[in-house]
């Protein structure tokens, strides 16, 4: 069955780094676009990131604005694994982030793991 692994949250400072992973099984992944949304208590879901599936040649990359220039989604198709390198973390990124199968990148979601946790804060 498809599965989706997300792991790498934590308590971070304001400012700091993260790196998250996302660890696909169950489906051929390089067929599909994955993406990561976020959830915070009390908000809305909101997307975050997105990167197709794409050739290297041909790969796309999408980012909600909050987040450009300071989160960086790649993917490695040999390993299953979709990564969200995220720099200058600020408070309000605080939420708990999944992985998801996303389609074309639309924010249409298909499945989706059970999420890590992201805190910032000092």
């Known amino acids: 069955q498809v599965q989706l692994v997300e792991s790498g949250g934590g308590l971070v400072q304001p400012g700091g780094s993260l790196r998250l992973s996302c660890a696909a099984s169950?489906?051929?992944?390089?067929?599909?676009?994955i993406g990561w949304f976020r959830q915070a208590p009390g908000k809305e879901r909101e997307g975050v990131s997105c990167?197709?599936?794409?050739?290297?040649?041909?790969?796309?990359?999408y980012y909600t604005d909050s987040v450009k220039g300071r989160f960086t989604i790649s993917r490695d198709n040999a390993k299953n694994t979709v990564y969200l390198q995220m720099n200058s973390l600020k408070p309000e990124d605080t939420a708990v982030y999944h992985c998801?199968?996303?389609?074309?990148?639309?924010?249409?979601?298909?499945?989706w793991g059970q999420g890590t946790q992201v805190t910032v804060s000092s």
């Open positions: 998801a199968t996303e389609r074309y990148c639309s924010g249409i979601y298909d499945y």
């Open positions: 169950g489906f051929t992944f390089d067929y599909y676009a």
């Open positions: 990167i197709s599936s794409r050739n290297l040649s041909d790969r796309r990359t």
